[in-house]
C-alpha cells in the first residue's frame, strides 16, 4: 500500500453554495490532476444531467460547469495510504482543511459522492465543521448495482440547496 498525497487543488468560488467531496483522487484522477478523471466514472454525466447542461468533455469545461451552478467540489482526505483506486483500502487519513472554502463561500450543504467518503467525512472533518452531510451513492464504475438514470434520480436532491439561496451576484 502506497502513500498518497492529494495533487489537486479544490474547486471553489466564493459563489459556490453546495460542497461534494468524494474520497480520495483514483489513480486516473491522480495522473490527470483532476477530479473523476476515469472515463467510466459517472460523476460528470451525472452533474450535467442534474444541472441540465451538456456533459463537459474538457477540465476547463468541468471547472466552468460546476462554477456556473455554484458547487464546489473537494475530497477528503488530503492524503491517506491507498492500494491503487480503492476506496475500502484506504488507511491513514489526513483530512482536507475546509475551512477556507467554508469561511469565505455561503456553503448551504456539504454532500458525499460515496459512503466511503461519508464515513470518512464523518470521522474526520465533520467534528471540525460542525456540519453534517448527505451522502449521495457514489459515481463510481465499481458501483454498478446503480444505473445512470437511478443516480441522475438521487443527485438531483443537490438542485434543492443550490436554488435555496441566491448568489449575492443575483440579489
Known amino acids: 500500500m502506497e502513500r498518497e498525497i492529494h495533487p489537486i487543488p479544490p474547486l471553489w468560488n466564493e459563489e459556490s453554495r453546495i460542497l461534494i467531496l468524494g474520497s480520495f483522487p483514483s489513480v486516473k484522477s491522480r495522473e490527470g490532476r483532476f477530479f473523476y478523471h476515469h472515463p467510466r466514472n ?5 452533474m450535467a444531467k442534474v444541472l ?40 491513514d487519513v ?11 463561500a455561503n456553503i448551504n450543504q456539504i454532500f458525499t459522492n460515496g459512503t466511503t467518503a461519508f464515513r470518512l467525512y464523518r470521522k474526520y472533518t465533520e467534528p471540525i465543521t460542525g456540519r453534517p452531510a448527505i451522502c449521495l451513492p457514489s459515481t463510481s464504475p465499481a458501483n454498478a448495482a446503480w444505473s445512470l438514470q437511478r443516480l441522475e434520480g438521487e443527485w438531483y436532491r443537490i438542485r434543492t440547496y443550490l436554488d435555496e439561496q441566491p448568489a449575492e451576484a443575483d440579489l
Open 52 to 91: 441540465e447542461c451538456p456533459v463537459p468533455e474538457t477540465v476547463e469545461e468541468k471547472k466552468e460547469m460546476l462554477l456556473a451552478h455554484r458547487t464546489a467540489l473537494w475530497d477528503v482526505a488530503a492524503s491517506c495510504s491507498i492500494h491503487g483506486s480503492s476506496d475500502s483500502s484506504i488507511r
Open 94 to 104: 489526513v483530512p482536507n482543511d475546509l475551512g477556507e472554502i467554508l469561511e469565505h
Open 42 to 46: 459517472r460523476f460528470w454525466a451525472v
